[in-house]
């Protein structure tokens, strides 16, 4: 196909992660016959929430990823490549390699961007001089390897701006750790900080009071309005901007082991196609998921604007309310499915327990279970259960297949 070739699909979908490649079972167990396309230009496929696991040493890195061939539907076709601007006026979305693909249906799941670059000086040095993340595949072993190593000095772990994707996540990697130094007798020796550039220790006060006792049972300093701007590795320094009353000041500090979790932004094709908010996420309607201006663009995952947390389990639910609105739109009938925000932390506090926050907008608690079988404010065996053996598998022999169990 030269440059000058179109081929249009009843659906093209941009992204083949966890929003991608669960939309396009779910519309292909509902209609078997339409044609869809997925742009996705990555080899692998990641099961990210996998990697606090990693991190504190409960999964294998290799059990978090399988061969993007493996999980795209039979019936869709892969195009690997990275879609280079989209025209919503013309229909049409142009890839990288100057092909264009046109669209009766577009469905917009990239992803965000995790912006390692924003912190002067991390790019050099992770994953070296005690620096990590559990936000990347070839880091969460490094993250559980100095986990171990770390008998006694001062550990930071850090938290963006929102939004990003798991929100619960930079507190995940800290209590895992706490608890493993509390196992090994290390943690009198420790000095844990989270140095939290919000002003609250979890968005969702429901869940705050079970995290605070935590955080009192470890002896972690709690450090907000403390946003990373800075690492210099090889002097084991972070910088940080404090926001204060009469404006901010930058303070430093030493670590031995730094945990950082960088800013997040939503991809910049989304703004230069004129498909995004004010903040640059896209424009979607915060209940059908469809698009505010383009009623043939829909979308959902990590890069949109609603206000629900980033996490797989919002995509869990966002899925079919995506794919069932989108055949109805295809047939033009009213857009019956309804997202009520619903997103999911299971923050890790200890080796086998649990704080499950389920929530939606405006952090209206949407539990799973009953109270009996599951109190999601309270840390849980049960929820632990549900983590460590029933979520991966819900993800790749469920979800990624369009079979909405849980959703």
Same mark, same amino acid.
């Given at each position: 196909?030269?440059?000058?070739?179109?081929?249009?699909?009843?659906?093209?979908?941009?992204?083949?992660?966890?929003?991608?490649?669960?939309?396009?079972?779910?519309?292909?167990?509902?209609?078997?016959?339409?044609?869809?396309?997925?742009?996705?230009?990555?080899?692998?496929?990641?099961?990210?929430?996998?990697?606090?696991?990693?991190?504190?040493?409960?999964?294998?890195?290799?059990?978090?990823?399988?061969?993007?061939?493996?999980?795209?539907?039979?019936?869709?076709?892969?195009?690997?490549?990275?879609?280079?601007?989209?025209?919503?006026?013309?229909?049409?979305?142009?890839?990288?390699?100057?092909?264009?693909?046109?669209?009766?249906?577009?469905?917009?799941?990239?992803?965000?961007?995790?912006?390692?670059?924003?912190?002067?000086?991390?790019?050099?040095?992770?994953?070296?001089?005690?620096?990590?993340?559990?936000?990347?595949?070839?880091?969460?072993?490094?993250?559980?390897?100095?986990?171990?190593?770390?008998?006694?000095?001062?550990?930071?772990?850090?938290?963006?701006?929102?939004?990003?994707?798991?929100?619960?996540?930079?507190?995940?990697?800290?209590?895992?750790?706490?608890?493993?130094?509390?196992?090994?007798?290390?943690?009198?020796?420790?000095?844990?900080?989270?140095?939290?550039?919000?002003?609250?220790?979890?968005?969702?006060?429901?869940?705050?009071?079970?995290?605070?006792?935590?955080?009192?049972?470890?002896?972690?300093?709690?450090?907000?309005?403390?946003?990373?701007?800075?690492?210099?590795?090889?002097?084991?320094?972070?910088?940080?901007?404090?926001?204060?009353?009469?404006?901010?000041?930058?303070?430093?500090?030493?670590?031995?082991?730094?945990?950082?979790?960088?800013?997040?932004?939503?991809?910049?094709?989304?703004?230069?196609?004129?498909?995004? +908010?004010? =903040?640059?996420?896209?424009?979607?309607? $915060?209940?059908? /998921?469809?698009?505010?201006?383009? *009623?043939? !663009?829909?979308?959902?995952?990590?890069?949109?604007?609603?206000?629900?947390?980033?996490?797989?389990?919002?995509?869990?639910?966002?899925?079919?309310?995506?794919?069932?609105?989108?055949?109805?739109?295809?047939?033009?009938?009213?857009?019956?499915?309804?997202?009520?925000?619903?997103?999911?932390?299971?923050?890790?506090?200890?080796?086998?327990?649990?704080?499950?926050?389920?929530?939606?907008?405006?952090?209206?608690?949407?539990?799973?279970?009953?109270?009996?079988? +599951?109190? =999601?404010?309270?840390?849980?065996?049960? $929820?632990?259960? /549900?983590?460590?053996?029933?979520? *991966?598998? !819900?993800?790749?022999?469920?979800?990624?297949?369009?079979?909405?169990?849980?959703?």
């Amino acid at each position: 196909m030269n440059s000058q070739q179109t081929a249009t699909y009843d659906v093209v979908i941009i992204g083949g992660g966890a929003g991608g490649i669960s939309v396009a079972a779910s519309l292909l167990n509902r209609q078997p016959d339409l044609t869809i396309a997925i742009i996705e230009p990555a080899e692998s496929h990641f099961y990210q929430p996998g990697w606090t696991m990693v991190g504190g040493g409960i999964f294998t890195q290799e059990s978090t990823r399988k061969p993007m061939a493996d999980v795209m539907p039979e019936k869709a076709t892969w195009h690997q490549t990275t879609a280079e601007s989209i025209n919503p006026d013309a229909e049409s979305v142009v890839l990288a390699t100057g092909h264009t693909l046109g669209y009766r249906r577009l469905i917009v799941a990239p992803g965000l961007v995790v912006d390692w670059s924003a912190i002067s000086g991390l790019e050099e040095t992770l994953g070296h001089n005690g620096v990590t993340s559990n936000y990347r595949y070839d880091l969460a072993p490094y993250t559980w390897s100095l986990v171990k190593s770390l008998k006694q000095g001062k550990a930071l772990f850090t938290q963006p701006p929102m939004p990003i994707k798991c929100a619960g996540a930079p507190q995940k990697a800290m209590y895992l750790a706490c608890d493993h130094w509390r196992k090994q007798g290390n943690l009198g020796q420790i000095e844990p900080t989270f140095c939290n550039a919000g002003e609250v220790l979890f968005g969702v006060k429901d869940y705050v009071p079970a995290l605070q006792k935590y955080i009192e049972h470890y002896g972690i300093e709690t450090a907000y309005k403390h946003r990373l701007t800075a690492v210099d590795g090889a002097a084991k320094v972070a910088q940080f901007e404090v926001a204060g009353e009469n404006g901010s000041q930058t303070v430093e500090r030493p670590f031995d082991m730094l945990h950082v979790v960088p800013p997040q932004k939503a991809p910049v094709l989304i703004a230069e196609s004129g498909l995004a +908010n004010a =903040g640059g996420w896209l424009d979607l309607n $915060a209940s059908t /998921l469809q698009h505010e201006r383009y *009623p043939n !663009i829909f979308g959902l995952g990590d890069a949109s604007g609603t206000t629900n947390a980033k996490t797989a389990a919002a995509v869990r639910k966002q899925a079919p309310v995506v794919a069932q609105n989108v055949l109805a739109s295809l047939h033009d009938k009213p857009l019956s499915a309804a997202y009520y925000g619903y997103g999911s932390c299971p923050l890790t506090v200890e080796r086998g327990k649990i704080v499950l926050a389920e929530f939606g907008y405006n952090g209206q608690l949407q539990p799973t279970f009953p109270k009996w079988v +599951n109190d =999601g404010t309270r840390p849980t065996h049960a $929820a632990w259960q /549900l983590k460590a053996k029933a979520l *991966p598998w !819900i993800y790749w022999r469920l979800m990624l297949r369009g079979k909405e169990w849980l959703s």
